[in-house]
């Protein structure tokens, strides 16, 4: 990732992950240091809300393409799995809200049991100290994940997998 890239459309990595535009970043302390999730494992969590002006086709692609393998071609099945990971943030399963500064944004969350690695926003690498004296939650980040399926005893369905992230610019905190 550069700071020349294009950062209002979803691009693939030369990994054939998918690099989210450009979004601000929430609960950044998740991010640089593990927490326990709801399957009692220690995970890294982005939670990302873009811009109403974003293109996700290619990240919404990614995440049904892995749906509809994993439900056996049910169109109507498989996009509910997506529409469950490309939230509203005024309006959270919980009942909470990021804020009404984020009406009409998409909020997404992807999780690494690995720290994920950080650069800056010219592509360099980020130490881990220098994430963490850097990143403050509401600043501008693009992020890079990949879609797949996951089952677990409680739940089943399609979720992002983090592998990177990319400081842009500080926001409002």
């Known amino acids: ?7 209002k459309v979803c691009h693939k990595s030369p990994s054939g992950n998918i690099i989210t535009p450009e979004g601000r970043a929430m609960f950044v302390n998740y991010l640089v240091e593990p927490h326990e999730n709801d399957q009692g494992k220690m995970v890294h969590s ?3 809300c873009l811009p109403p002006e974003v293109d996700l086709k290619m990240l919404k692609n990614a995440l049904a393409l ?3 393998e994993n439900c056996d071609n049910d169109k109507d099945l498989a996009k509910s799995y997506v529409e469950k990971k490309l939230l509203n943030p005024t ?3 919980s009942g909470k809200s990021r804020g009404d500064e984020f009406k009409g944004w998409t909020l997404i969350r992807a999780t690494s049991n690995q720290c994920p690695d950080f650069v800056w926003p010219n592509g ?3 130490s ?3 994430a ?3 990143l403050k939650s509401g600043f501008w980040i693009r992020a890079t994940v990949n879609a797949y399926w996951y089952q677990n005893p409680k739940k089943r369905g399609v979720t992002l997998g983090l592998q990177n992230i990319q400081f842009l610019r500080p926001g409002p905190v």
């Open 128 to 130: 881990i100290e220098d």
């Open 91 to 93: 309006r959270l399963e």
């Open 46 to 48: 982005l939670e990302i």
């Open 132 to 134: 963490k004296k850097t």
């Open 124 to 126: 360099q690498r980020m």
């Open 66 to 68: 892995v749906a509809m």
């Open 1 to 7: 990732m550069t700071e020349q890239s294009n950062t």
